[in-house]
């Protein structure tokens, strides 16, 4: 085990409630590391939904997934956080008051004044779909999520879905592919009405295909895959050339070693009181996605809110002597300073 990294606030998760809190944090002169299991940071933001635009977050009309990681990365610099990538925190263990020490799977040790647990649904992983030999082609041609709508130029591709994710990316992608099969297992789908009827318009003008009834056999060799068969709910079999398939099945949400944490849980999520997003352990705060209280809206602005009154109250904990002056970055020239601006 190596030598114990100290610092004021451990964050654990690097998706945008965490990454805000950074900012929050930083105003206060708190420092933070973060630790994620993915291989970068933005979280659901930028594992799921990369170039897909967000629309309300405040004051920025739109903003894609990614764009907005980077805006959060843009913004928290000044306050220079260290970031742990692709690790997972298994232990968190109390050994003050407050203090505490996080493990991660990769041995590191923390030592901190305040945890900060912003992870969202713990570990998400996408369903995968119940066909057989699918796991040969994952992450070739089988994909769970779009990263480069590029990789799909002049590709057959197969979408398997129903909700929005599958006709999101039914419409984004019919421009590009060679051919778009959406397929779903019933003639009724979840996601929002304009998208399912522009997707209808596209099929009456046979600019793609739409099948009612499941994905049972794929073809294909060293992990490019090169037809799928569908079985429809009449029973007909049809065999389609497909180069490139997404399903869309929806998420597991692995809540993971969050639950051995000795946190006071409710379904699966940490209930907080809401002056400062604290949990059952005094010192351990919970934003985001992962947190619930009555009225709870997992939204990022929400989440955003929660890091900031989560700061006031870490301050009590890192600065016990210290008063804590509220003050506006507009008007502070303290503030401006740390942001590096005056
Ligand atoms: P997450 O983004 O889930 O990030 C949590 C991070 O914690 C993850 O990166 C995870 O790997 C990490 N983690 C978990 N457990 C551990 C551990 N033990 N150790 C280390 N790391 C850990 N919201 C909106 O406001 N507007 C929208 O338009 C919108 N559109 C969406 C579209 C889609 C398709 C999806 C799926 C979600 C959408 N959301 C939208 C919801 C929004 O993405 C979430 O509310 C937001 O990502 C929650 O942020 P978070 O930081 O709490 O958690």
Redesign the pocket.
């Known amino acids: 085990m190596s030598e114990a990294i100290k610092t004021d606030v451990l964050i ?8 805000f809190a950074v900012f929050e944090l930083g105003l206060l002169d708190i420092k933070a590391h973060l ?4 291989d970068k ?5 930028a ?3 990369p170039e ?1 635009p ?4 405040p004051g920025v009309p739109m903003v894609t ?1 990614q764009g907005l990681t980077e805006q959060l990365m843009e913004q928290i610099k000044p306050f220079s956080p260290t970031f742990h990538l692709g ?4 232990k968190v263990e109390k050994i003050g008051d407050p203090g505490f020490r996080v493990t ?1 799977d990769a041995g590191k040790v923390f030592e901190c004044k305040v945890v900060v647990i ?7 992983q996408p369903k995968r779909p119940p066909v057989p030999g699918v796991e040969a082609y994952e992450g070739t041609s089988v994909f769970y999520a779009v990263r480069k709508m590029e990789q799909f130029r002049d590709k057959n591709v197969v979408i398997v879905g129903g909700g ?2 599958a006709l999101d990316w039914t419409l984004n992608l019919h421009p590009l592919a060679k051919r778009i099969t959406l397929v779903h297992r019933r003639d009724d789908f979840r996601a929002a009405p304009h998208s399912v009827e522009q997707m209808r318009a596209l099929v009456a003008s046979g600019k793609m295909d739409l099948r009612i009834g499941q994905v049972t056999a794929l073809e294909g060799a060293n992990g490019q895959l090169s037809a799928a068969t569908i079985k429809g709910n009449d029973n007909a079999v049809e065999t389609v050339p497909c180069e490139m398939m997404l399903p869309f099945f929806g ?1 597991t949400m692995k809540l ?3 639950a051995e944490w000795g946190i006071a849980l409710e379904h699966n999520l940490i209930p907080v009181e809401t002056s400062a997003f604290e949990t059952s352990v005094p010192g351990i705060f919970a ?4 947190n619930t209280y009555p009225g709870k809206i ?6 955003f809110h929660e890091g900031a009154l989560m700061a006031q109250k870490a301050h009590r904990y890192v600065y016990p002597e210290k008063r804590l002056v509220f003050q506006y970055t507009t008007s502070s020239s303290s503030l401006q300073k740390k942001l590096g601006v005056n």
């Not at 654990?12 to 990454?19: D, E, F, N, Q, S």
């Open positions: 654990i998760g690097a998706g945008p409630c965490g990454l630790i994620d299991i993915l940071v933005g979280g659901q933001c594992e799921l939904y897909k967000i629309y309300d977050i997934g690790e997972m925190v298994e991660t912003a992870a969202g649904g713990g570990s998400f929005d994710s998420l993971g070693p969050v934003i985001g996605d992962i997992k939204l990022i602005l929400c989440g």
